[in-house]
């Protein structure tokens, strides 16, 4: 009986393979004997301290017959006798392979030892193949390893900003909020963090994102081929799962930093039933603001925390059932100036059943808040401007193999939104700023989708999916009509229609198709192709060049379509040398209709009619990506290049509605060329140097080409068509050097990483501005972010 | 118990204090556009209209703007009267004019080639007496461009304004300033005292939406600042201008404000086109950039002085000691921009 069978969670997740290990070759029983049921059974065991490891997973590694090991690390895998190749793994383990060949029942007992040391982030390991094998291109799992050699900001790994290293992920620039996939917005990712809808991904402007590093499992992007449990978004799904706290004993993990701290502390609830994992982080930059020479800076202040906590239960051998969720908040204030903060809460329950040997159900229930605030706290117009979005989320997901080639899954979700876009109210009682408040927008995302996954031969792997979307904007709202022959203005408005409270305002429906194949040429090659279809209700609706955490998000109404996105993707990969050289080449193309664009000057805080100033055009992006990856010896190489464009057109019955004369013209995040390299270099037993280096063209700017003078202002800038010009090109060197670790015995572990970021101190424009003094020329002016080197000595120690 | 931890040590940091420097960018394909500046308002007045090309960037002095001459300039009201403005320098056109409060009015201004400019017709309203001016004086201290710490004392002018209820009114401030200069250095035999013209309020702007607040009373809206020195040792006598305008001129103005206000921070707004109130028709595409304003106005005077700044002494530019160095104009202030030997008639002795 596969009594322990966790189908569902392994089959798509878990991608634990070997690395570096030896194959165990197990033979029982002859060969020639008739086909049938046979048991392999007994202990999985620590190899060093014999302890044994309850839900370690044995599993054949076709996924199709797997068992997971009791209380008492016994284990018991049923299954037709034959040849197979079995994966052994355990959470912090490194993962065992074995070749199996069994015609009787047999017992084995496999140890396993304690892997790689995990680091800050602990992220599964793909199997060696996976990149040719997969049929899904465009999926990257990020691995430890490839986590801990990215660049290093203040000795801190982070999740982001590993994932612009990776081809076709980009930002807008240092302390711009989220990332960029294959030229899409920032608003364009589904993020996910155990099933929690995340709407901003950024702490400190984006110099951290609020992953906790020392509770992170496993972090996925899906950035072309998209599976149709995922939608609602047009660019890319990123899914990070946190790891489970410890069944067995308690743990503390923690880090003290300059500028920021951090805990994590797991164990059992009930010993080998129930875990619980908690974390928590703050900052502290106030000190170091404090040391600025710039009285701006002086006067500024910056603070973050965040909680997260997670708790697993294991009902029965089939159910298993769990919470996750986490707290955020941020606080920024520049000078005596602007000041903002803005926080995320949100918590999510999940409960998965095995029905059976070939079902599985997974249920899913999210609700969450994002809400931010700007402060103006200048003068006697003090006032807070909030803006809140609430959602619910259920999710209802099956699994069913139905047999070794074929395979369903079928599901049903719903999204709930209720949009609070702006609520303005004076500070003090001195201020005279009018209390104002836009009232709530409500909108309702129901999906049914539907995944086939076959084999045709060993050559043909086919991920079929499709899922059908009905997006309801809900009431209670009023609805302005505008004379459709004019532009849409305040003054065009003709008449209004109401809507009561849950009454539907309008519907969008559409399917959104998905399809993944690939033809593997041989072992070493293989051909993958993916066409999928997104739609997007809601947009961060921002003016400014990148995104910000206040931005607020908008539904698509009456007014505002749905965005809809069609992704196509062709890729080469071809592995080298047992898979330890790994290329890739991939050319995408997609297109995106009723695109959000702004007027200039858009007035987006409080207006009652926003469609006024919004515009509608279309959006392509296309790019070949070129990857090169050597992943073992004593040098280690990761190279990627990326030519993209992304490129929008608004074309409208006036000039005034349109942008740049209905030519096309180029996004705020078009960066043609993107070349990343990582160079890892083993330099004795006991060091190692880590190399980056990135280099993006510079992304596009408005500039002014002319200037003129009106009443009393000397100079007002005449500006180009929209992002005509460039600002400099971004280029970056940082090292890292550990020597470590040492002193390896009992657990215990010490190591030292010097690291150097931005080598040499290249000053990258986030942003150039042009002005003018009085009766000077106007000047381009760069600001950099992060202008010169910062060096860090990160000292770890475990035990 | 596993105990991870990190310390991080000896990190040099100075995250978000960002850094500001002008680089060289390649702006090519660059047009003059056709601009105009001008201005009518409800007081009988000479008012000019200005017809220019807009100065290319990177190209000679972006402040000398090239004079389109030889046009033909006027401004017509609803009821069918038309002014004719002259040109009296390159480039500007004046006339003697009133504008009356409910007309509207529009320019026309025809190109020697033919263009034909057009401006949208915009209603006079009127402007609500200014009730009063007051002044306040703050010591401030910022980060000049060149990165140094300066601790200054400013005067901040504000104008309290009462206007009818259930109106809506587009506000705009500008002041001018005329003060009052002793000579003075060592061993002088006489000594003149000039009045100078100052532009005091160049590049300001200050406009007001009375929508944005309760009640029917503009309560001591700051609308000018300018550094407390020398130049209110003696007598500083601000003429200040109230001008109530259209919501499209101030949409216009905000608009200006924002282009004029970016300095690369997060929040700023892609730049755009600042969009007038002027239309080639012939070429509708074509982009006229300038506004020309149609105003109500009012005005009010306010005479700063140490006594009315409650300052004891206000350090004068000029003094006789020979410790002191001596400014050319300390010897003769008809050297300075703007400056006058007649005492205003207005002037409080």
Same mark, same amino acid.
């Given at each position: ?799 | ?18 850094? +500001?420097? /002008? %680089?060289?960018?390649? #702006? ?12 009518? @308002?409800? *007081? ?85 007496? +200014?009730? /009063? %001016?007051?002044?306040? #004086? ?12 300066? @601790?200054? *004392? ?196």
């Amino acid at each position: 009986m596969l009594k322990h069978l966790l189908l569902f969670l392994f089959s798509f997740l878990w991608f634990s393979m070997l690395n570096a290990q030896e194959k165990v070759q197990l033979s029982f029983g002859d060969a020639n004997a008739e086909t049938q049921e046979v048991r392999l059974y007994g202990k999985i065991i620590d190899q060093s301290t014999n302890e044994t490891l309850p839900e370690a997973i044995i599993s054949t590694n076709n996924k199709l017959y797997y068992a997971i090991a009791d209380e008492k690390g016994n284990y018991e895998l049923i299954l037709r006798s034959g040849i197979y190749e079995l994966e052994i793994s355990y959470l912090g383990y490194e993962t065992l392979s074995a070749q199996l060949t069994i015609y009787e029942d047999a017992t084995y007992d496999f140890q396993l030892s304690e892997g790689v040391t995990l680091g800050e982030v602990t992220v599964s390991q793909k199997k060696k193949d996976d990149n040719v094998t997969s049929s899904i291109a465009g999926i990257e799992q990020l691995s430890i390893e490839q986590l801990e050699r990215q660049s290093k900001l203040l000795g801190e790994t982070d999740v982001l900003r590993s994932l612009q290293s990776i081809s076709g992920v980009s930002s807008t620039g240092e302390g711009a909020s989220g990332f960029n996939v294959r030229g899409g917005n920032t608003d364009e990712n589904l993020i996910f963090q155990d099933g929690n809808l995340i709407m901003n991904p950024v702490h400190a402007l984006g110099f951290f994102s609020l992953f906790h590093p020392d509770m992170v499992d496993q972090v996925t992007l899906y950035k072309g081929g998209v599976p149709a449990k995922y939608g609602g978004r047009l660019s890319s799904v990123l899914d990070v799962r946190l790891r489970e706290g410890d069944q067995q004993k308690f743990s503390i993990k923690g880090g003290v930093g300059l500028a920021t701290s951090r805990l994590a502390l797991e164990g059992p609830i009930i010993k080998n039933k129930v875990s619980f994992i908690i974390g928590g982080r703050a900052s502290y930059f106030d000190w170091i603001l404090k040391q600025a020479d710039n009285l701006d800076v002086n006067k500024s202040e910056a603070f973050f925390y965040d909680l997260t906590a997670k708790v697993d239960a294991r009902l029965s051998p089939t159910t298993k059932f769990g919470f996750s969720g986490f707290a955020t908040q941020d606080e920024f204030q520049f000078s005596d100036e602007v000041k903002f903060d803005y926080s995320t809460t949100t918590g999510a329950v999940y409960l998965k059943q095995i029905i059976g040997e070939k079902i599985n159900l997974n249920a899913n229930l999210n609700i969450g808040s994002y809400q931010s605030s700007l402060f103006d706290i200048r003068g006697t117009n003090q006032s807070q401007f909030n803006n809140q979005i609430d959602y619910a989320r259920a999710s209802l997901m099956g699994y069913y193999q139905v047999n070794d080639n074929y395979s369903l899954e079928v599901g049903a979700e719903q999204n709930r939104y209720t949009v609070s876009p702006g609520k303005l109210s004076p500070l003090d009682e001195n201020s005279s700023i009018l209390a104002d408040e836009l009232p709530q927008e409500r909108g309702q995302e129901t999906a049914l989708f539907l995944e086939n996954k076959l084999n045709l031969g060993d050559k043909i792997e086919i991920l079929a999916g499709l899922r059908y979307t009905i997006y309801q904007s809900l009431g209670a709202d009023q609805v302005f009509l505008y004379d459709e022959n004019v532009p849409k203005s305040e003054l065009t408005i003709i008449d209004s229609l109401q809507f009561g409270a849950n009454e539907t305002i309008i519907d969008y429906t559409g399917f959104e198709p998905r399809l993944a194949v690939r033809y593997l040429i041989n072992e070493q090659n293989s051909i993958k192709l993916n066409y999928n279809r997104s739609f997007q209700f809601f947009s961060q609706i921002s003016n400014t060049a990148s995104a910000t955490p206040i931005d607020i998000w908008q539904l698509s109404n009456y007014h505002i379509r749905p965005q809809r996105a069609d992704n196509f993707s062709v890729g080469y990969y071809r592995n080298f040398q047992d898979n330890s050289i790994q290329t890739n080449l991939t050319l995408f193309y997609r297109t995106i209709q009723d695109l959000i664009e702004y007027k200039d000057f858009a007035q987006l805080l409080l207006n009652p009619h926003i469609e006024t100033d919004l515009l509608v055009g279309e959006g392509r992006a296309y790019g070949l990506e070129v990857s090169f990856t050597k992943s073992t010896g004593k040098h280690q190489l990761d190279a990627n290049y990326t030519y993209s464009r992304s490129l929008r057109q608004i074309v409208a019955t006036t000039t005034q509605e349109s942008v740049s004369n209905g030519n096309w013209y180029p996004s705020n995040f078009d960066k043609p060329h993107i070349f990343n390299l990582n160079y890892f270099i083993q330099t004795s037993e006991k060091t190692n140097l880590s190399i980056n280096f990135t280099y993006s063209t510079g992304r596009p700017t408005t500039a002014p080409v002319s200037a003129y003078s009106s009443g009393n202002i000397l100079s007002i800038p005449v500006y180009s068509e929209r992002n005509q010009y460039r600002i400099p090109d971004f280029h970056r060197l940082d090292v890292a050097y550990t020597i470590g670790p040492w002193g390896k015995k009992a657990g215990r572990e010490n190591s030292i990483t010097l690291s150097i970021y931005n080598v040499y101190f290249r000053k990258n424009a986030f942003s150039v501005f042009f002005r003018q003094l009085p009766f000077q020329s106007i000047s381009a002016n760069r600001v950099a972010v992060l202008g010169s080197a910062f060096p860090a000595i990160t000292y770890n120690f475990k035990f | 118990m596993r105990l991870q931890k990190y310390v991080l040590g000896l990190s040099i940091l100075i995250l978000l204090s960002s850094c +500001i420097d /002008e %680089i060289k960018l390649d #702006i090519d394909n660059a047009t003059q556009r056709i601009a105009i500046d001008g201005l009518i @308002a409800d *007081s009988l007045d000479t008012y000019t209209i200005q017809v220019f090309q807009s100065a290319i960037i990177g190209v000679g002095n972006d402040n000398v703007f090239e004079p389109i001459s030889g046009a033909s300039v006027k401004v017509l009201d609803d009821q069918g009267n038309s002014f004719d403005f002259v040109e009296t320098e390159a480039g500007f056109y004046a006339a003697e004019m009133q504008g009356i409060v409910g007309r509207s009015y529009h320019t026309e201004i025809i190109l020697a080639d033919g263009t034909t400019i057009q401006s949208t017709p915009a209603q006079l309203n009127a402007s609500p007496p +200014i009730k /009063e %001016i007051t002044s306040k #004086i703050e010591d401030i201290s910022f980060t000049d461009v060149g990165g140094n710490a300066v @601790a200054q *004392s400013n005067v901040t002018l504000s104008a309290t304004t009462e206007f009818p209820a259930n109106e809506e009114l587009f506000l705009r401030w500008r002041a001018l300033g005329v003060y009052e200069f002793h000579e003075a250095y060592p061993m002088a035999i006489s000594t003149k005292v000039c009045y100078v013209q100052n532009n005091v309020d160049l590049n300001n702007l200050k406009i007001f939406d009375t929508r944005t607040i309760d009640g029917n009373t503009i309560e001591e809206e700051p609308f000018v600042t300018t550094k407390l020195d020398y130049r209110f040792a003696f007598q500083y006598a601000f003429l200040v201008r109230q001008y109530a305008m259209t919501e499209a001129e101030y949409k216009y103005w905000e608009t200006v404000n924002d282009v004029i206000s970016i300095d690369g921070s997060l929040f700023d707004p892609p730049p755009g086109t600042v969009r007038g109130n002027l239309r080639n028709i012939n070429d509708p595409n074509e982009e006229i950039v300038g506004y020309f304003s149609v105003s109500g106005i009012s005005t009010k005077r306010f005479f700063a002085n140490p006594q009315s700044l409650n300052q004891v002494f206000i350090e004068p530019r000029c003094f006789e000691s020979p410790f002191r160095p001596t400014f050319p104009e300390c010897m003769d202030c008809t050297t300075i921009l703007n400056s006058n030997l007649d005492k205003p008639d207005y002037w409080i002795p």
